[in-house]
Each structure stands twice: as structure tokens, then as C-alpha cells.
């Protein structure tokens, strides 16, 4: 694997980053593999941190999706508009950028580099980080009020795009199984989806159509076939009755971590919580060293 690029890190703030977790994640890493699978890549802490040669990353959010794809083809316009973005901020300024979304002829005349600078400025300005759509997919967060906002993070901008332009990385926009069914024997797939709650509340904002149980069991399914192939799977979700029962299976392993959440639709999410690391059989666990 070539030298890492040290300045490559999430550039968004998204529900469910594992940038804490990393060093929990990195002991279910296979010591080499020649394709690496993400297909619920969300802020892509781990992507960053492992910056493999040959990627295939996808997410069932469009307007996440085209950020990773404008800064991989047009980072220097974007980092201009996130610039311009941050010298009008301000409460009535964020939200006629939030409303953009509301009039299809407004939002429809943005070109793609000007949607994906919108994202990313509501992104990192909204209350609490947090992305959230209501049921129209229309981005609905309130105004955060920071003191300085890290709105153009242009050094980690270019970072990434340089990633991505050294790299045979695949960006895909579909559904989660038809990117894992691109893994071979030869291939590590990590999934990190939108996590399970008991209630239904916590991190189902993120897409309209939400990821509802029965998801949650096709997510199993498709792993279990993957692990039957000889795929090298590793999965994260949260920590609740119904994720241990469904992974209770042969082909799987359960281990327990704790995280820190900060960014969570719920206040109960929040502050130190468990989740479950579940690795197909296939993948062994490194010591801690």
C-alpha cells in the first residue's frame, strides 16, 4: 500500500463517525486485501484512515454522494464557493441557502459544484452537525450558531482530492447490496449502515425512506452470503436486542465497544454509548497492542 496521505480525513460531520472507533476498527483489518468495499460510506473516517489503492465506496444519499465526486473532479471551484459561503454566514444567510432546496427551479439551476458547497456549508453549520431530511428528502436542520465554523477546510479539501486522483476509487449512488456484490474472495467489505434504534429515532433522518428493520435483515442476509463466498466482512451498529438476535449465526462474531456520540437526532444517543463490531467468521481479531 503506498504512503498515506497525512492531511485525508472527513471533511463532513455525520451521525455514526467511527473516527474514535478507528483504533477498535483497525484490529479486524485484513493485513492486505486488493479491493475495499464501503457501500454506506457516510463521512468516510474509515476509507481516510486506510486509504487503500483500489476502493469501491457508495451511499444511497445523493447530495453526499456528489460531494465526494466534486472533490475528486472540481476541488478548487468548490473550495472557492465554501469560501464565499463563509464570508456571508450568518443566521438569515444560512437559512435562504437551507431554502434552496424548497423551489425545484432554484435548486435545479445550481450547478453541481454549487450543490455540494451547499451541503457542506449546511453541514457545518447546522445545529449539532446533524443531517436530517424530512419525508420530501428537503434538508430541515435549524441554524447551529458556532463562533468559527471550520466551513472551507481547504488543506484536508485537497488532501482528498489528491487521494482520489493517485487512486482507482469507484464512487457509487445505489442501494448498499449491489455495491457489496462487487467484493471477491480477495476483497475486505465494510458496513457501516445507518444504525439500528428500538424506537425508530435514531439515525433514520438521514435518507427519506429511512432504514427500517427489514433492511437491517437484508443488510444480515447479504453478509452471510458474503461470508459463505469467502468475503472478509466487518459490520458496526449499535448495541440493541434486536441486532445481537439477527447476528446470532455461526458465520459471525459479536464484539462490544464503547463510543462517544456527540451527533444524534435523540438526546438518549448521545454521551458514552455500546455498539456492536460484528466480523464475519473469516476475519480474526489482532491483539491490542
Known amino acids: 500500500m503506498a504512503d498515506k496521505l497525512m492531511s485525508v480525513k472527513p471533511y463532513l460531520k455525520w451521525a455514526g463517525g467511527k473516527r474514535q472507533l478507528l483504533p477498535e476498527i483497525r484490529r479486524f483489518i485484513p493485513a492486505s486485501f486488493d479491493l475495499y468495499i464501503e457501500p454506506f460510506v457516510g463521512a468516510g473516517a474509515v476509507l481516510f484512515d486506510l486509504q487503500p489503492e483500489k476502493a469501491v465506496i457508495n451511499d444511497a444519499n445523493r447530495q453526499l454522494i456528489m460531494t ?25 444567510y444560512y437559512y435562504t441557502v437551507r431554502e434552496m432546496d424548497r423551489d425545484p427551479a432554484v435548486f435545479g439551476g445550481l450547478s453541481k459544484t454549487e450543490k455540494a458547497a451547499r451541503l457542506i456549508y449546511l453541514n457545518k453549520t447546522c445545529f ?61 467489505v465494510y ?8 424506537d425508530n429515532s435514531n439515525f433514520t433522518g438521514y435518507q427519506a425512506d429511512g432504514f427500517p428493520e427489514a433492511e437491517q435483515i437484508r443488510l444480515r442476509d447479504v453478509m452471510k452470503e458474503l461470508t459463505g463466498q469467502g468475503v472478509r466482512c466487518l459490520l458496526s451498529n449499535s448495541d440493541t436486542g434486536f441486532i445481537r438476535k439477527i447476528y446470532q449465526d455461526p458465520a459471525f462474531r459479536v464484539e462490544t ?33
Open 191 to 198: 458496513f457501516d449502515p445507518p444504525y439500528h434504534s428500538a
Open 257 to 289: 465497544v464503547t463510543a462517544s456520540r456527540t451527533i444524534n437526532s435523540n438526546t438518549a444517543g448521545r454521551g458514552k454509548v455500546n455498539e456492536v463490531l460484528i466480523r464475519s467468521r473469516n476475519v480474526r481479531k489482532k491483539r491490542a497492542r
Open 128 to 188: 449539532n452537525g446533524l443531517y436530517r431530511v424530512n419525508s420530501q428528502g428537503l434538508f430541515n436542520v435549524p441554524y447551529g450558531r458556532y463562533k468559527n465554523p471550520a466551513i472551507c477546510e481547504e488543506e484536508t479539501l485537497r488532501g482528498i482530492h489528491a487521494y482520489f486522483r493517485r487512486n482507482d476509487v469507484t464512487i457509487l449512488n445505489g442501494d448498499f447490496e449491489d455495491a457489496a456484490r462487487l467484493a471477491t474472495p480477495d476483497s475486505f
Open 68 to 92: 465526494y465526486e466534486v472533490i475528486r473532479d472540481d476541488v478548487e471551484t468548490l473550495i472557492e464557493a465554501l469560501k464565499e459561503h463563509a464570508a456571508k454566514n450568518t443566521k438569515e
